[in-house]
């Protein structure tokens, strides 16, 4: 069974830092790419970065580059997204997905989510 | 980049009606890399179709989708209780990936 499971997120203050995870299991991890995916509350989806399944090429929304960072482990089976330099209009649920399968993104499986909050 | 914009916002059907879900690219999508996703509350979004038209595994029969170039469509043809959910398209056809605002499927 396909699993992601995602921690990290929580209350931060503008302009902090916070490092999500995301661990997969029940598929071949290194054969996939990642991606992150955002849901302000109330709002709709908004694509925020991929990485390849090597790790070596990622990719970055607009709004977040420069800022946020995606990286993976692939012996820990784990997708990392570190958020630097939170603004308000970061608050939003984290979701890990997983690519259908390669050079297909669009995402069969999704982690559970994880929620940022930035607020002072 | 390419606009997702979904019609109508809100939908309002009774159990066993049609659902007929638009979704109008701002430029046309690449190899009709277009997907399709439900969202329930407080759940994360499911894959329904991919490819414009091809049902994600597990998907019943019951959902379809259609259309190239710039206008896509999703069909529920007999609407099921568990279906009423936001529904999402998503093109993947080029950089930036973008989503829809959404289409709200709601009780009558």
């Known amino acids: 069974e396909v699993q992601l499971l995602e921690s990290g997120g929580g209350l931060v203050q503008p302009g902090g830092s916070l490092r999500l995870s995301c661990v997969a299991s029940?598929?071949?991890?290194?054969?996939?790419?990642m991606t992150w995916v955002r849901q302000a509350p109330g709002k709709g989806l908004e694509w925020v970065s991929a990485?390849?399944?090597?790790?070596?090429?990622?990719f970055y929304a607009d709004s977040v580059k420069g800022r946020f960072t995606t990286s993976r482990d692939n012996s820990k089976h784990t997708v990392y997204l570190q958020i630097n330099s939170l603004r308000a209009e970061d608050t939003a649920v984290y979701y890990c997905?997983?690519?259908?399968?390669?050079?297909?993104?669009?995402?069969?499986?999704w982690g559970q989510g994880s929620l940022v909050t930035v607020s002072s | 980049e390419i606009v997702l914009t979904q019609s109508p916002g809100t939908l309002s059907l009774s159990p066993g009606e049609r659902a007929t879900l638009s979704c109008r690219a701002s430029?046309?999508?690449?190899?009709?890399?277009l997907a399709w996703y439900q969202q329930k509350p407080g759940q994360a979004p499911r894959l329904l179709i991919y490819g414009a038209s091809s049902r994600a595994t597990g998907i019943p029969d019951r959902f379809s989708g259609g259309g190239s170039g710039t206008d896509f469509t999703l069909t529920i043809s007999r609407l099921e209780p568990e279906d009423f959910a936001v529904y999402y398209c998503q093109q993947y056809g080029s950089s930036p990936l973008t989503f829809g605002q959404g289409t709200k499927v709601e009780i009558k």
């Open positions: 430029q046309s999508v690449s190899s009709s890399r």
């Open positions: 029940g598929f071949t991890f290194t054969n996939y790419a």
């Open positions: 997905a997983k690519n259908l399968r390669s050079g297909i993104a669009c995402y069969d499986y």
């Open positions: 990485i390849s399944e090597g790790g070596d090429i990622t």
